[in-house]
């Protein structure tokens, strides 16, 4: 099996933050996506985190139609199996590849973020997909999701950021233990303070509970697109991480989660791996790759789409512009990879994670 389940994904976040290496977290928005991202995984011999989000619970692909799509997040409900759809698509892909003799080697986290509360996480953890959908009977009924959080937009109090995140933490706790990311700030917001990460640290020791990895707020932002480099104060990093390692009486350092990476640079990505960074969340940057490739593709055979052309049939396959696109994403997804320093990893931390 290379899907792994929450207690496998706590050893390879502990792998990582050990040996020092990062792990690109991928919002993966299609079907073809998540495949990409498995197949530059295995070409590097590399693990590898696929998301799941709110947008793909909406999105066009994994249970949403053109209604829901244009009326986006915000409209997202979460009765009458509207969100199980999403979720129960999105995991049955996931499973299904990364299960498969193809990818048996690669390490796969699925992972669930960018939700507004405890609700989208929540269902994650307790399979409510289960009821209306099959995608849990070939996993024995267990939990699919490998690790979970939800995203801090919005939230000016702590107190209810600490609340959610001690939910999520309790019920990932009696599901076996699906590892939690917790996020203390909304990114692109308020920066994270060193006692804000003491008062999350405190809440879960005071509650008998723990979180897997640490997204403190660092200065990234969402959506940034820019080479120059996004204005990240990296050197704040190690406090956060001490504080949390040292609170939650861990033996090894607290892996940090990196949101809002589509901005740095080069540099940027390999001082954040060593200063603790071992999960790299890639959307922005990422959905532009993919969408040029495509571009590039259509203008390529634009005259052989054309009705009556000799060709058009062969030029207007949908594999035939997935093949393209294939050759340019995954060459781009397996350079960021081997910039975190993911290359190579994927046998040891396979092997730790099984054991």
């Known amino acids: 099996m290379a899907l792994l389940t929450g207690p ?13 290496y990062g792990m690109v977290a991928l919002n993966a928005d299609s079907q073809e996506m998540i495949r990409m991202a498995l197949m530059a995984a295995k070409g590097l011999g590399a693990p590898i985190i696929i998301e ?3 947008w793909q619970a909406r999105s066009f692909p994994f249970g949403g139609g053109l209604d ?3 009326a986006g997040m915000k409209a997202l409900k979460f009765e009458n199996g509207e969100l199980n759809e999403g979720m129960a698509r999105f995991f049955n892909d996931v499973y299904f590849l990364a299960e498969s003799p193809q990818f048996k080697d690669v390490p796969v986290v699925l992972h669930v973020d960018h939700f507004p ?31 979970v959080s939800f995203d801090a937009k919005g939230y000016t109090n702590l107190s209810d950021i600490i609340r959610i995140t001690l939910e999520i933490a309790k019920e990932a706790a009696y ?17 994270t303070t060193l006692d804000e990460t003491t008062q999350i640290a405190e809440a879960l020791v005071k509650e008998h509970l723990t979180v897997d990895s640490y997204a ?70 990422a959905l532009g790759e993919f969408a040029r490739a495509a571009a590039d593709y259509y203008w390529e055979v634009r005259h ?6 000799k060709d058009m049939k062969q030029a207007a396959t949908y594999g035939a512009s997935q093949t393209h696109i294939t050759q340019k994403f995954v060459p781009w997804l397996q350079q960021r990879i081997d910039i975190l320093g993911g290359k190579g990893k994927a046998p040891a931390a396979l092997e730790y994670c099984l054991k």
């Not at 609700?119 to 939990?143: C, L, S, T």
């Open 8 to 20: 496998q994904t706590k050893k390879l976040f502990r792998h990582a933050a050990e040996n020092r």
């Open 52 to 54: 799941y989000s709110i």
């Open 68 to 70: 829901e799509f244009k």
């Open 117 to 147: 509360d405890e609700r989208g996480p929540i269902a994650a953890i307790k399979g409510e997909p289960r009821k209306d959908y099959k995608v849990y009977d070939w996993a024995g009924g267990k939990p699919v999701v490998s690790s």
């Open 175 to 191: 599901a076996g233990g699906v590892a939690v990311e917790a996020e203390p700030t909304e990114i692109g917001s308020k920066l």
């Open 216 to 285: 403190p707020n660092l200065g990234s932002v969402h959506g940034q697109t820019t080479t120059a480099g996004s204005p990240v104060q990296l050197d704040k990093a190690y406090k956060h991480r001490e504080i949390m390692t040292n609170a939650l009486g861990l033996s090894y350092p607290m892996g940090l989660a990196f949101h809002g990476t589509s901005g740095f640079n080069d540099s940027q990505l390999k001082e954040a791996v060593q200063v603790g960074g071992i999960k790299f969340n890639t959307c922005t940057t």
């Open 304 to 309: 052989e789409i054309v009705e009556g052309h």
